[in-house]
């Protein structure tokens, strides 16, 4: 972004253009590239008096000072002197004093003094007086990767920031709408979403907006607007209060091309509470998968992006959970019109108790989960245990009634596995040709062979490696099927036993 001193705007027609440039200036934009890199290693009084004659040449100094505020953010500056700067006018304010400096003889008799005291020569005190002003620091690198048709582009989208910097509400219509919204919550913005004939639009504004209209949110706008671009297909409008004329600003991607410098980093949740309630569930390993932001829901002329979607993990099913922190009473009564007007979705809505929309949220059919300061896995989990009964009976139906796996031995997990079902499914399954013992199927023949092999007093390690060769790993469900027990022997191991 710029300043708003070098916002450069067209209000011609009662608009407010920004007015961006053009290829013929990229000349112009490697004229200042080329005056910062021909001054390191000289002082920024000498950088600025550079440019300071590129502006009286050029046809717009505005875009000069524009281009330079973007080169200068590379720019690396470190204060030179051959003494401490501190020290020198220390030393030379004290000998000044003593000398009673009125003459530039004095003023040389008083650098001398100092120079002795700082065992400095009297040119080396005088050169290091104001090093440390900033107007003094030398330039010593420009870490940049700037062209100048990317410094042009760049500079193109710094404009158009600055120019949202008085803008009160923004429109947005965008091939990538998920990446929209999940910036705007990330910038702690308001939008809804409202379909029209040429999708869908996106209206953006602050908390403010509710009671009065506020500039107050221009800066988030002005770095919404990198996301927007980051779209193949996108169209902005904006709202300008410009010194109390309202005047609208209209954007395409016509307009402006991303550039390649890397953006503002924005936090990855909305809050505390949805980052700490992704980071819990998703430890969990449930037969639930946690989506960040997924899909918009219809909502009436209106669309919804909820917080999350739970994804069952055997089948296209998902329950959607929406996270309602403090919000003001207004912005939660448009929420729940948004929430009322969906249909045929499974939605869990978890809302601050401060709130107090509880009976609400379960008055439209969605499941309310209060919460203070964090969410409670354990209520979403058993909110989410009432879809799974159903969910799992209908996995078993995809099952036949028997089973006759190949295998001699395989886990009830990895059969799950390869059929794409819960293991709870596979519970309901009658296997004919082998036996369940714990979570894993054997044929009779497997444990008649065990039967023969294992003996009491063998060690337990060479009673494991038996039944690995066999892919099994449930040793205890398997000691106890064929009458053993383990005879510990602290943490060394142990031997088998008869059970009593």
Aim: proline residues 4%; glycine residues 6%.
């Amino acid at each position: 972004m710029l300043t708003k001193d070098l916002l450069r705007v067209s209000r011609a027609g009662g608009g407010y253009q920004p007015r961006f440039t053009d290829p013929s200036d990229e000349a112009l934009a490697a004229r200042v590239l080329g005056v910062y890199q021909g001054h390191v290693g000289e002082s920024k009084r000498d950088l600025d008096d550079a440019l300071a004659e590129l502006e009286r040449e050029a046809d717009d100094f505005k875009l000069v000072r524009g281009f330079a505020k973007l080169i200068h953010r590379d720019a690396r500056f470190a204060v030179e002197a051959p003494v401490s700067p501190r020290r020198a006018r220390t030393a030379a304010f004290e000998a000044a004093e003593a000398v009673g400096v009125v003459t530039d003889a004095d003023r040389t008799e008083a650098l001398a003094a100092a120079a002795d005291r700082l065992d400095a020569s009297p040119d080396e005190v005088d050169a290091s007086l104001f090093a440390d002003r900033e107007i003094e620091s030398v330039l010593y690198a420009i870490e940049t990767n700037y062209d100048p048709e990317s410094l042009r582009e760049q500079y193109d989208l710094s404009l158009a920031q600055t120019a949202l910097f008085n803008a009160v509400s923004v429109r947005v219509e965008t091939s990538e709408p998920k990446a929209l919204v999940s910036a705007i919550k990330r910038l702690r913005l308001m939008y809804e979403i409202r379909r029209t004939d040429e999708g869908r639009t996106v209206i953006v504004t602050g908390p403010d907006a509710l009671f009065r209209r506020s500039r107050r949110y221009g800066t988030r706008f002005a770095r919404l607007l990198r996301t927007v671009t980051k779209a193949a297909e996108w169209t902005l409008e904006a709202t300008i209060d410009d010194r109390g004329t309202e005047r609208t600003l209209r954007l395409d991607s016509d307009d402006l091309t991303h550039p390649t410098a890397e953006p503002v980093v924005e936090p990855t949740f909305d809050s505390g509470v949805e980052s700490d309630f992704y980071a819990r569930f998703d430890a969990l390993d449930l037969d639930w998968r946690l989506r960040r932001e997924p899909d918009a829901l219809e909502a009436g002329e209106f669309a919804v992006i909820p917080d999350f979607a739970f994804e069952w993990r055997y089948g296209d099913f998902r329950v959607f959970f929406e996270i309602m922190g403090f919000w003001t009473p207004e912005y939660v009564e448009k929420k729940l019109s948004r929430f009322e007007a969906l249909e045929d979705v499974a939605f869990l809505v978890a809302y601050d108790e401060s709130l107090g929309v509880g009976e609400a949220i379960e008055a439209l059919g969605h499941r309310a989960i209060p919460y203070t300061g964090t969410v409670s896995v354990a209520d979403v989990r058993d909110a989410l245990r009432s879809y799974e009964s159903e969910l799992h009976a209908e996995s078993a139906a995809t099952l036949p009634a028997r089973m006759t796996p190949d295998a001699d031995v395989i886990a009830i997990s990895v059969l799950a596995e390869e059929r794409g079902v819960p293991e709870r499914a596979i519970e309901t399954v009658d296997f004919p040709d082998h036996e369940r013992v714990g979570r894993t199927l054997l044929r009779p023949a497997v444990l008649e062979t065990l039967a023969e092999e294992l003996e009491a007093g063998m060690d337990l390690d060479d009673v494991e490696t038996v039944l690995g060769e066999r892919g099994i790993e449930e040793t205890s469900a398997v000691l106890a099927r064929l009458g053993y027990r383990v005879e510990w022997e602290g943490l060394s191991g142990g031997t088998i036993a008869e059970r009593d």
